[in-house]
């Protein structure tokens, strides 16, 4: 297969075919007939296992249901599990088709994650972050596709569990994190806004009863009482009782963060692996960034010396660079205005197809998502694809002066342009789009982070690549927010396995990724309450572009961007490593046709 003749075939296939969700010719009919009705008990028996999960997918069949988190539901889970991966095993997966063959394994190891999560990982015992209803009270008043006195139904229901779900809580918390103990007391304060306007605005502009209205205003009022109980709780019995040296650490360890890598990631490579190959290409972005520092010095700093420390002179270029940003409180009006930019220059490009039928709504982040992170798409599930998606951008008025225009500058006029292709096109927002339009719903549903972070920050190298805004400086911050995704790699596998310092944590991101203070320690903030997470950007990314590479080497001018963008897409989020498979699978069955 790897033959240069064989893949300038296969090229030769991607530029003249369009791509298509036909299946692939069945090897075996009636295994394949056996397991397409098994993946369909299976996500009903799923979504009734996870009904929270569900609603945040757009299946809202349990909207009404709210699971307590306590050592029954549990043990039901765990075997939950094991059933269905008894049922996985009556399978030959030699016998099934490459589609249906990936989506076994993708739901073994969903299943597999989850029992690591139960009996190994065991957050549930020490992040109190881990409970948290306003995302998922907001997700069913928001659904359009029942009537408001349906969901306020639903939302009754599920508000006379509130009580039982945080003292369910209060009960499993054993040695939590100071860290995540923190996040819960933010994240659960900002979800009353939920419960206290939303929901009670919800309920008086309906047509309930004024005897319903009354039952549910009195649920809702409870249920801010149980939060703000579970928030008094953590605040003045638990955090007192924690310190830095008797407390758990949040750094998992070897053990923990290397099985979590193989469930999480899905990669090729193993965390080591990733780890190494971080550091080998931090190299060579320094290298590029000090090239092109050389280009811009004599149009920035006629007439001076260019330091003899590298990274001294690239950090000193690039904060002349920073300097040109927007106002903090244009900053969200910025981004709102750059979307249409890129649109026009993905169809003017013909990139890949962007669809104007899927409307994306740039917003400021929920008080309830705050705390983590700066920007993140929410994206409607494959039962709901025609939602809208969301654009989470945290406003900037939390921050002192000072503070406002260190992270401004860090999103600088260039940064900002690489954030949005990162975010919204043809980052997640279009990956996501074309995920719900998977054929499979299983690749769709248990989406592999890497994959999705991957095709983000591939996104970004490839749209500068075709031309975009090009010039010296762009490419010098592109490479500054591309050396973000490696060091977050090293970053991570550092402070988890190896025990990095916050000290020298900052040294990283400062000196030798030339990050300002303010990313610098909302990094650092995040490694703590995160773990592996921050390594799939750079795995997907470094496995996306060097299979496109390869195609292109082998294929020549024969082959067609566009057509390996949406056919790349048309699987779903599936993990990079499977995606690679079926596309030479798929292309090999129609020149064989």
């Known amino acids: 297969m790897k033959n240069a003749t064989y893949f300038l075939l296969l090229l030769t296939v991607f530029a003249c075919t369009q791509p298509n969700n036909k299946q692939l010719p069945i090897n075996n009919e009636q295994n394949n007939i056996q397991f397409n009705a098994f993946k369909e008990r299976f996500m009903e028996a799923f979504w009734k296992q996870h009904p929270t999960y569900a609603t945040w997918s757009g299946y809202h069949k349990y909207d009404n249901v709210l699971v307590i988190p306590n050592e029954e539901s549990r043990l039901n889970n765990e075997l939950f599990c094991q059933q269905y991966l008894d049922s996985l095993k009556t399978f030959e997966i030699q016998k099934l088709n490459s589609a249906n063959s990936t989506d076994l394994m993708l739901i073994k190891n969903q299943l597999l994650s989850s029992l690591f999560g139960i009996s190994q990982m065991k957050s549930y015992e020490w992040n109190p972050a881990s409970y948290n209803l306003g995302g998922s009270f907001f997700e069913v008043i928001k659904y359009k596709g029942h009537d ?49 306007k939303t929901l009670r605005d919800s309920v008086n502009a309906s047509s309930l009863s004024d005897e319903t209205k009354q039952h549910i205003l009195e649920d809702i009022d409870e249920a801010v009482k149980a939060i703000n109980n579970y928030v008094k709780w953590i605040e003045e019995e638990l ?4 310190s830095e040296e008797n407390g758990r650490s949040f750094r998992l360890g070897k053990e923990l963060y290397e099985r979590k890598f193989d469930y999480n990631i899905q990669s090729g490579f193993s965390a080591e692996e990733i780890y190494r190959k971080a550091i080998e290409y931090r190299a060579n972005i320094h290298s590029e960034m000090l090239s092109i520092t050389k280009e811009l010095w004599p149009k920035y700093l006629e007439g001076t010396e260019i330091p003899s420390d590298s990274l001294q002179a690239i950090r000193q270029m690039i904060d002349i660079l920073s300097l040109n940003h927007a106002h903090r409180d244009s900053f969200i009006t910025e981004i709102r205005q750059q979307i249409p930019e890129l649109e026009q220059f993905i169809n003017d490009k013909q990139l890949l197809f962007l669809d104007p039928k899927k409307p994306l709504v740039v917003r400021e982040t929920p008080e309830y998502m705050r705390g983590v992170a700066g920007a993140s798409i929410s994206a409607p599930g494959p039962y709901d694809a025609d939602a809208e998606t969301y654009y989470n951008v945290t406003p900037l008025d939390h921050y002192t ?96 396995v190896l025990g990095m310092t916050e000290e020298k944590a900052l040294d990283l991101l400062i000196n030798q990724a030339f990050q300002q203070e303010s990313e610098a320690k909302g990094k650092w903030k995040r490694v703590t309450l995160t773990s592996v997470q921050l390594c799939s950007y750079f795995t997907g990314y470094y496995e996306i572009y060097n299979f496109r590479e390869e195609l292109k080497k082998q294929a020549g001018e024969k082959f067609n961007l566009k057509n390996f963008h949406e056919k790349f897409l048309s699987y779903g989020s599936a993990p990079v490593k499977y995606i690679k498979e079926l596309m030479l699978e798929d292309l090999k069955e129609k020149n064989l046709q």
Not at 239 to 242: A, M, Q
């Open 401 to 496: 002066e000072d503070e406002a225009e260190s992270y401004l500058r860090e999103y600088n006029d260039y940064v900002l342009q690489v954030l949005n292709i990162h975010e919204a096109i043809p980052g997640h927002y279009t990956q996501l789009v074309y995920s719900n339009n998977s054929p499979s719903i299983i690749k769709s549903i248990f989406g592999n982070g890497t994959m999705i972070e991957g095709w983000a920050v591939y996104g970004e190298r490839m749209v500068l690549e075709e031309g975009y805004k090009n010039s010296p400086e762009m490419w010098l911050n592109y490479y500054k927010w591309n050396l973000r995704t490696v060091c977050n790699t090293i970053l991570d596998y550092s402070v988890h």
């Open 148 to 196: 408001l006195e349906t969901r306020l139904h639903n939302i009754h229901k599920k508000l006379e569990k509130v009580p039982e779900y945080f003292n369910a809580a209060k009960a499993n918390i054993k040695n939590p994190t100071i860290e995540h103990s923190n996040l819960a007391i933010q994240q659960n304060k900002g979800s009353v806004s939920v419960f206290e």
């Open 239 to 242: 955090k007192p009782s924690l």
